[in-house]
């Protein structure tokens, strides 16, 4: 048994650092629920492009409108609804979107709205029977999750995040996103305090999630 009754880890790191892959591996091992925060991110910002909204009016769309958004259980990953709308992931990580995203997630309101909305996932996850969580994203430990029972950042060379991204059929420019991401004003990436910091680009994936799972497994 654990200490905790349910256990909250953030995965923090840039693009093709590991994120997604590692998370889910966790949860399948462990049978927590999944969090994809940047999906979030991407799927509110081509709700605002399919209403042809452009990144400098969605302050003043946000401050006279309300986007609702709501949860759906696919086992164990959480699927957002933008107003009653679900993007697949074909819709949400192409070309397009990897150019859009970062300047629909950098405004204030957008991070606000879906804080709100990520934090109450815990809740939802606990609600739901699982025994903990793991939310990634590029703010998790410093932001969305700071009180997170285990704290994880994960990095990787440039050069081995563009390939992976290469390989996945992605031709973004990582450094463009890392800069963008960065230098944000709100919420930018970082290694939150008392994170682990792990290298996947000389570790494998169930390398990296061994370590995590050491972690996961010292608070019992």
């Known amino acids: 048994m654990h200490k905790y009754n349910y256990i909250t880890i953030s995965l923090d790191g840039a693009a ?6 590692t998370a889910q591996a966790i949860c399948q091992k462990f049978k927590y629920i999944h969090v ?23 302050t003043q769309y946000l401050l006279s409108d309300t986007v609702n958004l709501t949860s759906q259980l696919d086992e164990f990953t959480v699927k957002l609804f933008v107003e009653g709308t679900y993007f697949s992931k074909n ?26 909305y990520q934090r109450g996932l815990v809740k939802y ?14 703010d998790i ?22 390939g992976r991204r290469l390989s996945d059929g992605e031709h973004d420019s990582i450094s463009k996103r890392d800069n963008i991401d960065s230098t944000r004003k709100v919420a930018p990436l970082m290694c939150p305090d008392g994170a682990i910091s792990i290298n996947t680009g000389i570790l494998s994936v169930n390398e990296v999630v061994s370590l995590i799972s050491n972690h996961i497994s010292s608070l019992s």
């Open 16 to 21: 093709g650092s590991g994120k997604s892959t």
């Open 141 to 162: 430990g410093s932001v969305v999750l700071p009180d997170a029972n285990i704290k994880v950042f994960l990095h990787a060379d440039i050069d081995v995040r563009q």
């Open 91 to 116: 819709e949400l990580r192409n070309e397009r979107m990897n150019k859009e995203v970062s300047y629909y997630a950098r405004i204030p309101e957008v991070r606000s709205l879906l804080l709100k």
């Open 36 to 58: 994809d925060t940047g999906l979030h991110y991407r799927a509110l910002s081509l709700f605002f492009l399919n209403k042809n909204i452009v990144p400098e009016l969605v």
């Open 125 to 138: 996850g606990l609600d739901h029977g699982f025994s903990g969580i793991v939310m990634d994203g590029r």
